[in-house]
């Protein structure tokens, strides 16, 4: 995918916005196809901003939902090669896709106590994390209250959305 | 998929969940995976209800966002093979795979004018309508007041998740 500006953006009509955009938020392209009655947007910041709104305006149960659409980090659907496009290239950045037998199943058995203990599965910002640092963080967020992890988990989420976006739109991504 | 009963589908973690009911609602599997936070069900009424109950508290940009999800009907998906499984069947059932190169362009023009004018691609619980109504049902639908028709889409994505609800639980599905 070519980078492109704002105008471009705003010239799309909603089925080119739904493809170019619809994983932003992963496996979420109802988020980009109401973020197109938004449109026109002025720059990536309010383009970004629009997705973050309809996340936080959704009730707990949609935001549980959105990341209940995510992939285990060096999951079953690594294994089984059904990851979306940008999530292969991210759980790939961070070394996850390398991973020997024992480190494999020490983030299965984490990620399975994780999804029992809230409910959703462990999303991280991949792309900015690495392999060894991975089941470390997990480790640490499972024992975090479920109100505060909810809340952490929804920040990496737009963490994955920031980069993506800053991807499609070829703008260096800000600061996270 | 075979039928099963209430309680097997309250036993199921959200990951089984997700993958039986994703696409309930087409293309919208964090619907699916919000409804998962209301478990238990205490039957099939009970579970359409939840699914309907988050589409109409989504605010407009959601509910047109749902709908900006929908294939054309015998459009460019199914000419592609890209269709959901739920959708080829149901398009199917209703001859559009079957049509001659003028019927596909006559659907084709009506398709995008529908879309130009509302913003969004025409649905129709295709299963419960036949190739010849199709034509002119969409015809008639392009001629209703933009917030009419939103009203008018939004029901029939509610018939289409009924009858896919009603296949997965193996119940007779209701008059609509």
Tied chains: 1, 2.
């Excluded at 932003?24 to 938004?38: G, N």
């Excluded at 309010?46 to 936080?56: A, N, P, Q, S, Y």
């Excluded at 690495?130 to 967020?141: Q, S």
């Amino acid at each position: 995918m070519q980078a492109m500006d704002i105008e471009k953006v705003n010239s799309m009509d909603f089925g080119e916005f739904v493809d170019v955009f619809g994983n932003v938020i992963e496996r979420c392209p109802l988020i980009a196809a109401a973020v197109w009655s938004q449109r026109p947007f002025s720059n990536l910041e309010d383009l970004e901003k629009h997705f973050f709104d309809f996340i936080d305006a959704l009730p707990q149960s949609g935001r549980e939902g959105i990341l209940r659409c995510h992939p285990d980090l060096a999951g079953r659907e690594l294994q089984q090669g059904t990851l979306s496009a940008e999530s292969r290239r991210e759980q790939s950045g961070a070394g996850l896709t390398s991973l020997d037998a024992d480190e494999r199943l020490r983030l299965a058995e984490l990620n399975a106590q994780y999804r029992a203990r809230f409910g959703f599965p462990f999303v991280l910002a991949a792309r900015r994390s690495h392999r060894a640092a991975v089941p470390r963080e997990l480790a640490r967020r499972l024992r975090c209250p479920p109100a505060q992890e909810l809340r952490t988990a929804l920040a990496e989420v737009k963490k994955i959305g920031h980069l993506r976006l800053a991807d499609l739109l070829g703008a260096p991504p800000a600061r996270l």
